[in-house]
Every structure is written in C-alpha cells, then in structure tokens.
C-alpha cells in the first residue's frame, strides 16, 4: 500500500517512542509497534504492519544495546546463550504468524498484551542479584526460556523484550538493569529472524521501516539516559507502562474482536 506523507510523519514519531520505551525498559516499545502502525500509520495490512515493526525494533533494538554497553550492563554471555537458543523459535513462529488471519493475530496479539502486563506488574520491585551470571548449572534454563521466548516474539513479530526481561531475571537472577541491557541482544536476534521470514514474502514496507528506525534510533538514546537516571524508581515506571499496555490492548481487542469472531 502506499503511504502518504502525513503517515510517514507518523511513523516516525511512533519510531521516537518504541526507541525511548526500548531504552528505558527493554521492551514495551516493540509490543507498541504493530498497534502503532495499524492504528496510528494507518497500515491495512495486519501482516506487513508486523513485518516492517521486527525490522524496525531490531535495528532499535542494536541502538539501545550500544548504549547499555557503554555504560557495562550487558551480560554478554547470558544474551548470547538467550539469543542463539531462540532464533529457532523465532524463525518457527513468525512462519506459523504468516498463515494465521490477520485480524485473529492481532486478536490473539492484544491477549498476549493482557498477559505481559499482568507479569511486569508481579515483578516491578524484584531488584535481582547483583553480580549475576551464567553458568553451566543454569544455562539449559536460560536457552530454555530463550527458545520459548522466540517463538511467542515470532509469531506476533514484536522483539519480546517484555518477555525476555523476565526471563533472564527468572533464570539468572540479575538485576532489573542489566536484563533490560541484556534483553536487547535477544530483541535484536529475534526481530531480525522475523523480519527477514516476513521479507522472503514480500511484506515489509522498506520506507516505513526506515523512518520508524530514523525515529526509534533518536529516542532510544533518550530511552537508555533515563533508564540509568531513574533506575531506582523503576517500579513506578514499570506500573504506568503496564497501565498503557493494558489500555492499548483493550482499544486493539475491541478494534478485532468483531472480526475475530466472523472468522471462527
């Protein structure tokens, strides 16, 4: 479909804010992106909206993680192990995301929403262990948790960096602030896998992915100066997102439901 200047400009304001919501607490940006382009842009086709959304949170995803490894709060081993692990699962679902209906993916996608922040709001104060690795004891439980994470991040073609923030806390114990640095090696993993599946069949609109990415590269580097400057208020942060979450995914339930319906 072609877009017009007014939702090119849309675009890249929703860029801004996936970028600065990816900075601040690797995640919550990406599984706003595909409600962003469908409901903000303007993009009909729920497909492409999710294609050219991994494209675009991995490459914010790569800037976030510069960042963080500037200021030393990435694991590097733990992100790696979490990473490899769930490419297979990401490529296995976002090829599974193609054949599904699109309205039902975004159905299913505002249900998963529910659920993501019903999790962020259990764990807002857990502060984790400072000095946290991985180790041969636990990492068949971080791989195991990365390849589960990749196939939900895969089929709904969103980073999954609300999901991996637990995920690495649940099977490492580290801090909040290094799994929200960590997460970002994994986000970039598994948006890559989903957004090259998407392109082998043509949907990604290359023109939107770029100024989503021109604007998601400027506020993640506002993102990450605030994650580090309000890192010890994180809970509060954590309960308002997870309050926005649960808005967007009532607006994207009500938006589907009637034709999620019709299609069963």
């Not at 993501?116 to 262990?129: A, K, N």
């Not at 637990?166 to 909040?176: E, F, H, K, Q, V």
Request: aromatic letters at 8%.
């Amino acid at each position: 479909m072609a877009l017009d200047t007014a939702q090119y400009l849309l675009g890249a304001l929703s860029g801004g804010l996936v970028g600065f919501t990816l900075g601040l607490v690797g995640g919550g940006g990406s599984i706003l992106a595909v409600p962003l382009m469908v409901y903000l842009v303007g993009v009909s086709d729920a497909h492409v909206a999710i294609g050219t959304s991994a494209l675009a949170v991995a490459a914010n995803a790569l800037t976030g993680l510069a960042s963080h490894a500037r200021a030393h709060t990435v694991k590097w081993r733990c992100g790696g192990i979490y990473a490899v692990a769930g490419i297979a699962g990401a490529f296995a679902g976002s090829t599974l995301g193609k054949a599904v209906n699109g309205q039902k993916l975004l159905f299913l996608f505002a249900v998963l929403m529910i659920g993501i922040g019903i999790l962020m709001l259990r764990g807002r104060h857990d502060q984790g262990v400072t000095g946290a690795q991985c180790t041969r004891e636990n990492a068949p439980k971080v791989a195991g948790f990365g390849l589960a994470t990749g196939i939900f991040s895969g089929f709904f073609g969103i980073g999954g960096g609300f999901l991996i923030v637990p995920g690495l806390i649940a099977s490492t114990r580290m801090p909040i602030i290094n799994a929200v640095g960590t997460s970002l090696m994994a986000v970039a993993a598994f948006g890559l896998t989903t957004a090259l599946n998407y392109a082998a069949s043509g949907l990604i609109d290359w023109g939107l992915a770029l100024v989503f990415i021109s604007g998601g590269v400027a506020g993640g580097v506002f993102g990450v100066v605030a994650a580090h400057k309000l890192a010890g208020n994180r809970g509060q942060l954590t309960t308002i997102f997870a309050s926005l979450v649960f808005v967007v995914a009532a607006y994207m339930m009500w938006r589907s439901s009637t034709v999620f319906v019709h299609a069963l």
